[in-house]
């Protein structure tokens, strides 16, 4: 077994580690808790990403990318709100997203040198 088995196996289990066992809960958690929260406040009770669990994950991931960058809120016209949501909820929402992006990274990395190895042979 080379190195690059090694990291490809790491990455592989990374990847199913953070998804599993760290992302799964944290949608859970925010879609049974969090989500309506946000839309009270960010959409004036319109509730879309609350509908599924599938909505919510991409809602989470609108709405940490609302809390992180202002560009972003601003081109929703939610800068002016997101200071009304309260930090330890901005919190999880910027924490779910952190790991997301980790975690497709290691996905990504590991595609690509599975498809870089075998032409290295």
């Known amino acids: 077994m080379s190195i690059t088995d090694l990291i ?3 990455l592989g289990g990374s990847f199913v580690f953070l998804g599993l066992f760290v992302l799964l809960p944290m949608l859970l958690y925010i879609y049974k808790k ?4 946000v ?3 960010l959409e004036n009770g319109r509730e879309y ?3 599924n669990i599938f909505l919510t994950g991409h ?3 609108h709405y940490a990318s609302v809390f992180m960058f202002d560009w ?5 016209n939610l800068f002016h709100l997101k200071d009304c949501v309260p930090t330890k909820i901005t919190r999880i ?3 779910y997203y952190i790991i997301f992006m980790i975690d497709s990274l290691c996905f990504v990395t590991m595609v690509i040198l599975d498809y870089i190895y075998p032409t290295i042979k």
């Open 39 to 41: 839309e009270g406040i």
């Open 34 to 37: 969090r989500i309506k929260s």
């Open 72 to 76: 972003y809120a601003k081109r929703y």
């Open 59 to 61: 809602g989470t991931l």
């Open 49 to 51: 990403f609350s509908l």
């Open 8 to 10: 490809g196996l790491l």
């Open 93 to 95: 929402f910027k924490v």
